[in-house]
């Protein structure tokens, strides 16, 4: 906590939501220091970390900077670290049209594609019974959320302001899974075939070498991933 770097991230640089918070904080080229909570052991629902966030999950981030501000939610903390200190805009858009759109895509990712993709995941690989329903359901849901990101990026190269920005790099951990693993075989599931426009997109997007470094520490990290408790 006292190495001097700007912040803390409580978490992990891996995950769907932790990892683009890291993409975040580096392609700013903000400092920070990760704390690790270890959610394969239920550390995140300890008393310790529910003090820093009292949902329960990962991510969260401290700005020493700031008074020790405290803020989770990936897509807010997205939100709060270009609010302030992406001044230029490497990241975010200066127009408040443009922003709010931006915002809107930030609420899409947090709201339609997290929980859904999300689901998914769980219902293929971790819960207790198998109900194929259940999968088919979720599946389905990816195959409608990608249907509107591709009715959109088959006319725009981004999904706002004509630049990668935020609301682009939310969508990366999840999509990146759902081509990888959880529409492998589907029907209709084959993302480049059938939503070119948005396997051209992620592509952009995963060839960006900070996002590499994460996702390459991530396949790393799911090779050794313990049974969840
Ligand atoms: N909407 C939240 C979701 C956070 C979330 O579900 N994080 C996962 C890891 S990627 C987690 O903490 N899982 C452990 C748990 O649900 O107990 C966000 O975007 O930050």
Do not use: C
């Not at 190269?157 to 693993?181: H, M, N, P, Q, R």
């Amino acid at each position: 906590m006292s190495s001097g770097k700007q912040f803390t991230l409580h978490g992990d640089v891996i995950g769907p939501n932790p990892l683009k918070v890291a993409v975040a904080l580096e392609e700013l080229g903000l400092q920070y220091d990760v704390a690790k909570v270890n959610i394969w052991a239920g550390e995140q629902k300890k008393p310790e970390y529910l003090k820093i966030n009292p949902n329960g999950r990962v991510p969260a981030l401290v700005d020493h900077s700031n008074g020790d501000f405290t803020i989770w939610e990936s897509d807010a903390i997205l939100l709060y670290l270009v609010e302030k200190y992406d001044k230029e805009h490497k990241l975010s858009v200066a127009d408040v049209n443009e922003k709010f759109k931006l915002i809107q895509w930030l609420f899409f990712q947090s709201s339609g594609q997290g929980p859904y993709f999300g689901q998914a995941v769980w219902f293929m690989k971790y819960h207790q019974e198998k109900i194929p329903s259940a999968v088919e359901r979720y599946q389905k849901e990816i195959l409608r959320v990608f249907g509107v990101l591709e009715s959109v990026l088959s006319k725009q190269e981004w999904l706002v302001g004509g630049k990668v920005t935020v609301a682009d790099i939310s969508f990366i951990t999840w999509t990146d899974i759902a081509i990888g693993f959880v529409l492998q075989g589907v029907e209709g599931g084959n993302v480049e075939k059938e939503f070119p426009a948005v396997y051209k997109w992620h592509q952009k997007l995963v060839a960006r070498p900070v996002v590499r470094k994460f996702l390459d520490i991530q396949a790393e990290a799911l090779n050794n991933i313990p049974e969840r408790k």
